[in-house]
């Protein structure tokens, strides 16, 4: 009798432990479900806000600037400092989405 006994709690823990292991799958399928799911909304706002710009042509606002105008922009070195300013912008954006660092800084 304590041999049955012994023998059925012993299955029943086994039957406990693979419920366990069971939810902490669908748990970590939920989650993989939850991340590819917030990656496709991503992808479907960053492909909207791609055709929102189609119609912004900058080239005509460039060719409109006046030849002297142009000129002192050049000898400036205006080119190089918005290429800076851009990648610098860039650059910030990314470090803010590192995990653990500060929003906003």
Same mark, same amino acid.
């Given at each position: 009798m304590l041999d049955w &006994?012994?023998?059925?709690?012993?299955?029943?823990?086994q039957f406990l432990w693979s419920v366990v292991l069971s939810v902490?799958?669908?748990v970590k399928d939920l989650g993989c479900l939850l991340a590819e799911t917030l990656i496709d909304l991503v992808l479907f706002i960053l492909n909207s806000l791609g055709a929102m710009f189609d119609g912004l042509n900058i080239s005509q606002y460039?060719?409109?600037?006046?030849?002297?105008? +142009?000129y002192f922009m050049t000898a400036c070195g205006f080119s190089e400092a918005m290429g800076m300013i851009i990648l610098s912008l860039t650059?910030?954006?990314i470090l803010q989405?590192?995990? &653990?660092t500060r929003? +906003?800084?």
């Open positions: &006994f012994a023998s059925t709690w012993n299955e029943f823990k902490v799958d669908v460039i060719s409109s600037i006046p030849p002297h105008t +142009g650059i910030r954006i989405l590192i995990p &653990f929003l +906003g800084s």
